[in-house]
């Protein structure tokens, strides 16, 4: 067996995928859950545990467990497989015949990462970093979150990690991609970050790909300094602490969005641990799409200020495009999330979450303080600013019940709101794509389902496809003659192996079948099998039988009596064969 085959038959996909989305168990060996690659609201996105692969029936991706990992992770062949291979303690083969040039540069900039955190790690320890710990100290930070968040210190030589590069032989080009590092126009090489607190920040699996490093000196710009986009590090896509978040999101159903590093080390340190930050940068839709595939159910938990306001105001209409239920959170007396944990303790944070009012709520309050609504001018102004929100709820009826709310709740007339709302938040078009209609014969299905299930004795089915004389008129011919090709080439069928010779149209019916309620409740037994490939030979009996009788038709309107005749006996000799019902 090949590694990757190897590989595949020990990962188990429903735990893989499961990760990255939340599954439920929709049959014995089927999952499903919101797609993690288009945006929806209800589920059509299917795992299959005994086939191991996935589908989308929204937007029609589908393959295997490498293939998954490929997409969400946006990584070649080769780094998914050893992705995998690490996660689940495979060995892999010391060839890196699936690398290529590319793979190997995101190797090595990995590597320097690692790198850079363990030097910066025991900067922090050593002599050098007393500043950086007396910082910590006055922030209240303890060792053990200090090791747990893998916080580090730069030095201020400058040299130090340009230094350690070389020695561990990367290429230039590589260290100069690696973000870590900049160039001077005289070509020299400098470390980026100088004498900055350093913050790890690592990708989905817990992987280091890039730092945020924190000034330490008044007036050293910026106060926040971050690792530039590499081939490792796209902004866009990354949530700081997400990979030790997860677990705790999925188990609450409830992720708490903050803005810096500090506030989500200080709320996970209090013990409050579904908390993730959008590192400083405005919140984008496809680090929400990330979140989505853990909990829909978000709290936004901005600084107080109007600084931290505005940016709320701004991701919540991001997160309710996204189907994302909002909620927003606020604390008193000015305190930042990490102040608030340490100055009023863990539970009543807790208090002010599980408080914290629905997203329009806080929109109204904030519109309150924007718009005079004893005038006119003021109220239809305040709608103007509610609006857009409003609109963004998919669900119809939700939205009228969110508008009835929002009436209530600032105290306008409920028919001049409702009015509004009802005009502009006339209905939307959701963007939904049906399952495909599956025209195929329930014994069709049966009989595919049992080739796929490597059910002992299956052979003898194969066999006999070539001569079944219907086959030709099924929709799922070509599935069925892919079963043929793989057979005769010496293959085994399973899913992959058709998945792989087929088209997309054609890879839809495939899943759709082995997802289909009904393959969980028959069983793909030889004798099933058996009896669907005789239903079908029947029913090619019976297109046999109407055609002859069209041609006996067509023969005596022409007159053409020996034809005729000739077309009977062979009608009788069909019927009698007991083939057909007569
Ligand atoms: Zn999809």
């Not at 299917?46 to 937007?59: E, L, T, Y």
Request: with cysteine.
């Amino acid at each position: 067996m090949d590694f990757v085959e190897q590989l595949k038959s020990s990962v188990d996909i429903a735990n893989v995928v499961g990760e990255y989305v939340r599954l439920r168990k929709a049959g014995p060996n089927r999952y499903s859950g919101l797609c993690p690659f288009h945006s929806e609201k209800t589920p059509s996105f299917s795992v299959h545990a005994g086939h191991q692969f996935f589908k989308c029936f929204g937007c029609g991706v589908g393959g295997d467990v490498l293939k998954f990992v490929m997409m969400i992770e946006g990584v070649s062949f080769y780094e998914a497989l050893k992705s995998l291979a690490e996660r689940y303690g495979i060995p892999m083969p010391k060839r890196s015949e699936y690398a290529d040039a590319d793979t190997r540069l995101r190797a090595a900039i990995f590597q320097m990462h690692e790198t850079a955190a363990q030097a910066f790690r025991a900067n922090l320890a050593s002599a050098a970093g007393a500043d950086a710990r007396a910082y910590l100290d006055r922030r209240g930070v303890s060792q053990e979150t200090v090791e747990a968040f893998g916080l580090g210190y730069s030095d201020r030589s400058g040299r130090a990690l340009v230094r350690q590069f070389q020695q561990q032989n990367f290429a230039p080009e590589q260290v100069e991609q690696g973000g870590l590092v900049g160039k001077r126009e005289d070509g020299s090489l400098y470390d980026r970050f100088r004498n900055r607190l350093m913050f790890p920040i690592h990708n989905e699996q817990g992987k280091i790909i890039g730092f945020g490093g924190r000034a330490l000196e008044a007036g050293d710009e910026p106060k926040y300094l971050n690792s530039p986009e590499t081939p490792i590090y796209k902004k866009s896509y990354v949530l700081y602490n997400l990979h030790r978040a997860k677990s705790e999101i999925r188990k609450e159903d409830r992720v708490i969005l903050v803005e810096g590093y500090m506030d989500a080390i200080g709320v996970t340190a209090a013990g409050i641990r579904p908390v993730i930050a959008s590192c400083g940068t405005a919140l984008t839709m496809q680090q929400v799409q990330a979140l989505k595939r853990h909990s829909q159910r978000i709290v936004v938990n901005f600084d107080p200020d109007a600084a931290g306001a505005n940016a709320a105001e701004r991701s919540i209409n991001l997160l309710l495009e996204e189907g994302m239920q909002v909620r927003i959170m606020e604390l008193d007396g000015g305190l930042d999330p990490d102040e608030y944990c340490k100055q009023r303790g863990a539970a009543a944070y807790r208090e002010r979450l599980d408080g914290a009012k629905g997203y329009f709520y806080w929109l109204a309050d904030r519109a309150r303080l924007k718009f005079d609504t004893k005038t006119t001018e003021g109220v239809v102004s305040m709608l103007k600013f509610l609006l857009p929100a409003v609109q963004k709820i998919s669900d119809r009826l939700e939205r009228m019940a969110v508008a009835n709310d929002v009436a209530g709740y600032i105290g306008v007339a409920p028919g001049a709101v409702l009015d509004t709302f009802r005009r502009a938040a006339a209905d939307r078009q959701e963007k939904t794509i049906a399952r495909p209609k599956e025209s195929l014969r329930p014994d069709e299905k049966g009989l595919l389902r049992v080739l796929l299930s490597g059910t002992e004795g299956g052979e003898e089915l194969v066999a006999s496809l070539p001569g079944l004389e219907v086959l030709a008129k099924l929709p799922a011919r070509r599935i069925f003659e892919a079963v043929v090709a793989v057979h005769n080439g010496g293959g085994v069928v399973t899913f992959d192996a058709l998945h792989s010779r087929l088209e997309e149209e054609d890879q839809h019916l495939l899943a759709g079948v082995l997802l289909s309620e009904e393959a969980d409740r028959n069983e793909a037994t030889l004798a099933y099998g058996r009896q669907c490939l005789e239903s079908l030979e029947r029913a090619g009996a019976q297109d046999r039988r109407a055609e002859l009788k069209s041609r006996i038709k067509q023969a005596e309107r022409a007159g053409d009596v020996p034809e005729a005749l000739r077309l009977m006996q062979e009608l009788k000799i069909l019927e009698r064969s007991g083939e057909v019902r007569a």
